[in-house]
């Protein structure tokens, strides 16, 4: 991925992670467990991305992944628009080889 292609990945990333936070504070019907859960996954995205080493996929990598997914079917149905942007950060993460 050239130079280029990764500064624009990390920008659709924070704009997402910045919607998705968004989301959070104005959403009265998630549990505080799960914002809890995903604000502290928003901080281990933005490290993993800040961090980008070139090496094999981590255990905290791929649990991120697991849960973002996760939560994603969670609130399909009841969240859509959470859902979604869900959906966009891991389509992003994976872009990225995160």
């Known amino acids: 991925m050239s130079t280029s292609e990764q500064r624009n990945e990390q920008s659709e990333l ?3 992670l910045q919607e998705l936070q968004s989301q959070l504070v104005k959403s009265s019907q998630i549990s505080a467990a799960d914002r809890d859960l995903l ?4 901080v281990g995205i933005l490290q993993l ?3 980008q080493q070139p090496q094999a996929e981590t255990v905290t990598e791929q649990g991120l992944r697991d849960t973002l997914e996760r939560k994603s079917l969670e ?3 009841q969240h859509p628009k959470l859902a979604f942007t869900l959906r966009q950060i891991l389509d992003v993460l994976a872009r990225m080889g995160i």
């Open 39 to 42: 604000g502290k996954m928003v």
């Open 14 to 16: 924070k704009i997402r």
């Open 49 to 51: 991305e800040d961090v």
């Open 75 to 77: 609130y399909e149905a």
